[in-house]
């Protein structure tokens, strides 16, 4: 991870939805584009629980990011046009404190003694950087994955501070299966002996619990209709004559692995922890005196929900619900139900589905 | 689980598909109604990779079986006309020899010495078994998901043996998500430090690891509707305040800890590896030159698939080109695709569904 972003400071106590403070918590961003004089070209992205605030290439980091295809001059978030934001989220480890920060009132790593996360608190942190850009209405708010739950938290929080809102992959509080998968992650990681009860030495991680968390996740971020097109049965070349029968023997079985080796040294197994718990915690219904009473507190003047039909985590129904709901408050709401083969994580990476319909929304 | 199996030996040296062999295997199974005399109403039942022979109570075991209530007089399978055979698989631990049973040569537990485990051996052992019965051909051969496996292959190798074949929420061959899930669930247990590499003290098994692959395996074996109509978000009662964050909290969390605490203490860890790698192996393509030169090779009368419409390890598709091929080789064939939504598990636990498709099937 290069330093390319920027941080802004909070300072003082930020208060936390659940409870407890933060001193001085530190935000980590990236700003792509030129604030505009009006200062109302802003697009915020907030973005699922792993990535960074590198959501694309720029002159002091030339590397690609996450989302890099999206933005940029002529893309479909058009910064020739408009500034775009990406904030690395509160509770994550990319230079925004979270749990595997160090906690400036006791000298000592948060671990488990950071208070309970919420998104709640992702979206108020974010905010504090919005206004430190010295915007007060942004054109959109962009949520990806868990980032759709952060940005209904905060344009629900502050429904003057945007116009528009699009959700990828989203929803308004986890269905028991998304839990049930986030949980058994969870679990993986705390069961690794050296988890410690999150007192690991951070050179010494639990990347045998973490791999196997990663490997889950990346069953239901693809889909199984991808793998049978890509996979089949198709064995590896290279088993190695180990004597392991149980060792890897299917295509499917290396991929896996590989994916997982890539991530887990990544990211901090007690931040990923809170970030998971969090996306189970949110609930769109607690802002208001029922589901709909919250949605109707929502301000937006067009909405974009995007939904793909090999989605196991956030499922197509759960879409056109969450849908349903923004048109019934007045937005002028789309839904795009995409058949992409790649699960939820086509929005990462199969972008002539997705290029497209962020292009259209935009320009129009 | 109670003695009211019977066994039979099979003497001297069991060639293993895959190479090596057994010594004197045994086999455990169960009956259930009278042979005719012309020895041709025998149904036999192959069940998925977890169930001992003892699909029905008994006299000699009046506990609920497995299937409890497909079998009996008046039952789906009425056994005042079939006469109803279950066998605990080969590789498994409910009376059969398997990885956790005394090797005759050496006096010690095969472990990971058990020659590799196929569908094929399931399938050769079992017929043995009903040869011991005095069963030159079955009625039927059912295969309930692994149990269509090796029923498959029972019926490929012994065509004259078998006059109909009905396949439960099963497959000719695993599709790469179903490996993907079953290698994880593999790579769990063996990844927990009491393991040992097969070699822990069967009074010591490794419990946590087989727990988190039961967590997954029911992810799997029910469905997210399921799930979403029955716990929604709901949450425990009794959150006890121990202070864990990542504990307990949402009734789904809860519902897995419990099936996978009742699971896996009777389980033994090496035997499921065995099994759930045999599922992964069996390539019914692989009994001719090709996928149709298989099923050509099969001489039912009549055939039946059973479909599930949530289950995510035997999709649907899969199905219907299953019961699409054996209808191209001649036999008569009805495929059943219900609507069921607890997933893979329905045939164990939607009744309703399911007994009138077995009653009709056997009725007719």
Same sequence: chains 1, 2.
């Avoid at 990011?65 to 058009?78: A, F, Q, R, T, V």
């Avoid at 919420?118 to 206004?131: G, Q």
């Avoid at 889909?223 to 180990?242: H, L």
Wanted: aromatic share 10%; hydrophobic share 40%.
């Amino acid at each position: 991870m290069s330093a390319a972003f920027k941080t802004v400071t909070i300072e003082g106590r930020f208060a936390m939805y659940r409870g407890g403070y933060l001193e001085s918590p530190t935000l980590a961003y990236e700003t792509w584009g030129v604030l505009n004089v009006a200062r109302d070209n802003g697009i915020l992205i907030f973005s699922g629980l792993s990535p960074s605030a590198h959501a694309a290439a720029s002159e002091q980091d030339p590397s690609a990011g996450w989302w890099e295809e999206m933005i940029g001059p002529g893309s479909p978030l058009d910064t020739d046009q408009f500034f775009v934001i990406a904030v690395n989220s509160l509770g994550s480890c990319f230079g925004s404190t979270g749990p595997a920060s160090v906690n400036p009132e006791t000298g000592q790593i948060y671990r488990l003694k950071f208070p309970v996360l919420t998104m709640e608190d992702i979206a108020e942190s974010t905010h504090r950087v919005v206004l430190h850009l010295g915007i007060e209405r942004l054109h959109a708010v962009i949520g990806c994955s868990m980032g759709g739950m952060s940005g209904l938290a905060y344009c629900v929080n502050h429904p003057q501070a945007c116009s528009s809102f699009v959700s990828i992959s989203s929803c308004t509080s986890a269905l028991p299966f998304s839990i049930a998968v986030r949980s058994l992650q969870r679990e993986m990681i705390r069961r690794d002996p050296k988890w410690l009860d999150g007192e690991y030495d951070p050179s010494e991680p639990p990347l045998m619990g973490q791999r196997l968390a990663r490997k889950l996740g990346m069953m239901t971020y693809r889909s199984a209709r991808e793998w049978e097109q890509r996979f089949g049965r198709e064995r590896v070349a290279d088993k190695s004559e180990t004597g392991d029968q149980f060792g890897i023997e299917f295509s499917v079985e290396s991929y896996l692995q590989n994916h997982a080796e890539k991530f887990s040294g990544a990211f901090d197994a007690n931040c990923y922890l809170y970030l998971s718990r969090a996306s189970d915690l949110f609930d769109f219904a607690e802002h208001g005196s029922s589901l709909e009473g919250a949605f109707a507190r929502l301000q937006f003047d067009r909405a974009l929900v995007i939904s793909v039909e090999t989605d196991i985590l956030f499922p197509p129904h759960q879409q056109r619900e969450f849908a349903k709901s923004l048109a019934a408050v007045g937005s002028d709401t789309k839904l795009i139900e995409l058949d992409c083969i790649r699960g939820h994580d086509s929005f990462l990476v199969d972008m002539d589905a997705f290029q497209p319909v962020i292009r259209d929304f935009f320009a129009s």
